[in-house]
């Protein structure tokens, strides 16, 4: 579980009251906040936090969590530190550039440091494990879309199996409560009622967007990396190919973050790539041209 060693937030008071079991967007090393599909339940004295860092390579990445109060109302977001996560290639800093922790509201550390994430309209987050045996368990998340009408959950307990409806982000858990909505319904001539399923996201081909190129300009002689930035449903795998010959051994690629890194760049690192982007809808491209210089 992510715990900031934090920095200071602004403009905000922690030590004042406590909001017990603050849920939060958990993850790190991500592209955007809401690349995470866990969400954790804070401690007792933990609230949200988010960080947004600049890694050596030029990459932009976020740490989002639970953080000790205490630490948020005091430390300083001014500093360097090695990454969170495994790094690259050997040992790398990263600066941060932006820390901030947040008590209003659960998932409140998916809309800061700059980042402004807007669901589709109608859309909200929902609890999504289909297996478990006790919803109270369940720390992933998808998003319902506007479509499925209701975010629903059935469990298992000694009175039989509970199951409701509702429509705000991550109410689909306490089998306690009362649907918030009335669910679609159909009835038989033994007026027996049954809630629609859900509906899935829409699955979508995969679709390569553009690179994070760092540095722009490579000398011959520099660590150059280049981010491939994808979209798609189911979250597509990512391969990069170079023309006329195999990668050379000192390129890597990052599974996590999509990255392509060549040490010591060299005339023979010269050369047309390819980020290649497939999941089951289909396959993408883009081809770039990476040039070195003395």
């Known amino acids: 579980m992510f715990r900031n060693n934090g920095k200071s937030t602004k403009g905000r008071n922690y030590e004042g009251k406590h909001n ?9 090393r991500l592209t955007s906040p809401l ?11 933990e609230i949200c936090s988010v960080e947004r860092y600049v890694t050596n390579d030029g990459l932009i990445l976020f740490n989002v969590g639970c953080e000790d109060r205490q630490l948020c109302a005091r430390n300083n977001p001014s500093i360097v530190r090695p990454i969170i996560g495994n790094p690259l290639v050997g040992k790398r800093d990263s600066t941060i550039i932006c820390h901030h922790c947040c008590d209003d509201k659960d998932l409140c550390n998916m809309n800061m440091c700059g980042v402004a994430v807007r669901l589709p309209m109608g859309s909200n987050i929902c609890y999504d494990c289909p ?12 998003l319902c879309d506007q479509d499925s009408q209701c975010a629903q959950i059935a469990q298992s307990n000694p009175q039989g199996i509970c199951s409701f409806c509702c429509d705000t ?21 033994t007026t027996t009622t049954t809630i629609a399923p859900t509906t899935p996201i829409p699955q979508t081909a995969p679709i390569v967007q553009h690179f994070n190129q760092h540095p722009t300009s490579i000398k011959y002689g520099d660590t150059v990396s280049i981010q491939c930035i994808v979209s798609g449903n189911p979250y597509p795998t990512i391969d990069f190919m170079v023309k006329g010959r195999r990668l050379g051994t000192n390129v890597a690629v990052d599974a996590t973050t999509h990255v392509l890194t060549i040490t010591n760049f060299l005339p023979y690192d010269d050369g047309d790539y390819r980020c290649i982007a497939t999941n089951a809808l289909g396959d993408d491209h883009k081809d770039f041209h990476l040039q070195g210089h003395y």
């Open 20 to 28: 017990a079991n603050r849920r939060c967007l958990e993850g790190v």
């Open 131 to 142: 297996l478990a045996m006790d919803a109270n368990k369940c720390n992933h998340i998808s």
């Open 35 to 45: 690349d995470t599909n866990i969400v954790t339940e804070c401690g007792d004295h």
């Open 169 to 189: 982000n991550l109410c689909n858990r306490n089998c306690t409560i009362k649907s918030t909505i009335a669910p679609p319904t159909t009835t038989t001539t």
